[in-house]
């Protein structure tokens, strides 16, 4: 929002603090304007919130999609056992 920081960088990862320096930059002229929040501050809050909300709904995601595949290989390993019965008997 046309200010400029220094930010402590590791080398070689210059690119990817460019690129969500980008973002965020981004996310907050978007808040910005849709001109319901007021204030540099509370821009700042309003896109921390937001990219807090898309990072915790991801890993939501990710866990039930976790959650979900060791269920599918648990009903797999029961239907192998269950194959392997058949063909004993």
């Known amino acids: 929002m046309d200010k400029d920081y220094r930010v402590a960088c590791p080398p070689g990862e210059e690119e990817i603090l460019k690129a969500s320096a980008d973002f965020l930059n981004n996310k907050l002229k978007e808040i910005r304007g849709r001109g319901s929040v007021i204030g540099t ?24 999609f976790n959650d979900l595949g060791s269920r599918v290989a648990n009903l ?6 269950a194959l392997n019965e058949i063909e004993v008997t």
Do not use: F
Request: charged share 25%; proline share 0%; hydrophobic share 45%.
């Open 41 to 64: 501050e509370r821009i700042a809050i309003m896109a921390a919130l937001n990219l807090a909300h898309e990072l915790l709904s991801s890993k939501e995601y990710e866990n039930s």
């Open 76 to 81: 797999q390993e029961k239907i192998n056992l």
